[in-house]
């Protein structure tokens, strides 16, 4: 579950939510639902599509940059108009309807998070994010069907694969209970279908407690798909959940079978050690990122803090998370991101946009070494 504070929001031409709107966004694509070529049904309703009539996460990306002085320049970002790989997103705990499974409407929560966790990657993917019938965050007062929402994006998956994907290079990427849907994915489906393993760039995989074998890089959740060691590899995982303290005993995220252990992969050094990291935030969800960057301080939806951070995986016995420490310089005006949610749950809620900077480079890198050898 994540922390919501959302004002008014343009992304691209779509307005995303405003005082007095409507909460929710009804979606209905012509055709989707019916048959098509080689059977393989379109999937209902797509948060994010290229082409689409309401791409939430189609946004002007560029940010505001604050450096440790506190000035702030602009980093254009231009949407390019090619991108030759692709990105198949499956979001968080994000739906606040009082029910077991969501329905598939878009509400106000799941367009929010297209733009902060998914619309930056537009750099380096077309962005593909089905709606799916979440397990809310009131499901514990109801009776959840958690079968389901993995039965929606399996059904989703095979609609891209069969309509969109024409062999791209595609990365995967899940926060939070989309990371365990994408898991259960790769498992039941990826890793027994060699066509569908070749296309995978990476799986990005936050918070979302992936285990290896000890001194391994598999033989946990997965039998083939190894954990990213180098900016370079490809067909592999970057796991990771975020702590600025050694989590408790009672931490979530951190399970592991006996011979196992929790995966630990920075983004900003795969291979291990110490980086300094690029938190992007948009203005409206700060996931923790505390005063002044609660209301509107700047013009542009996303606000960048490079430097702000430094980030390092630890691991002690079966638990590992990856340390991030905050970079406290003279005069540093900057906000410090904190916990906002269950104690045991550390900086959870930020996981993505602590790193969202250096995930970025890494997509980048790891696509151009795909697209080498395909």
Known sequence: MRSRGLLCVLAGSALLACSGAPSSFAVSW?????????????WKVWLCKPGSAADFCHTNMTSTVVSPTGAETLDLVPVPTHQPVDCFYVYPTVSMEKRGNSDLVIHVEEKADAVA?????EQVCRMYAPMYHQVTAYAAAFHPNYGLEYDDVLAAWRDYLAHDNDGRGVVLIGHSEGSFILQELI????EKSASERRLVISAILVGGDVTVADGSNTGGDFTRVSACRSETETGCVVAYSTWDRTPPKDAAFEDAAPGHHVLC???????????????????????????????????????????????????????????VDRVTGPGDPRPTIKEILNPAWGLHAADMNVELGNLLSLVRSQSKAWLAHH
């Not at 966790?117 to 990657?121: G, N, P």
């Not at 498992?187 to 990826?190: A, S, V």
């Not at 409206?284 to 002044?292: C, V």
């Not at 960048?304 to 980030?311: C, E, G, H, Q, V």
């Open 117 to 121: 966790e998914a619309a930056q990657f």
């Open 30 to 42: 012509s055709g989707f639902a019916t048959a098509t070529e080689a059977g393989v049904p379109y």
């Open 187 to 190: 498992r039941k489906q990826i």
């Open 265 to 323: 992969v920075n983004p900003a050094a795969p291979g291990g050690g110490t980086a300094a990291i690029t938190p992007i935030f948009p203005w409206f969800d700060n996931n923790g990122l505390g005063p002044p960057w609660q209301s509107p301080p700047v013009q542009t939806v996303f606000i960048s803090f490079p430097d702000l951070y430094t980030a390092h995986c630890v691991r002690q016995g079966n638990r590992a998370w990856l340390m």
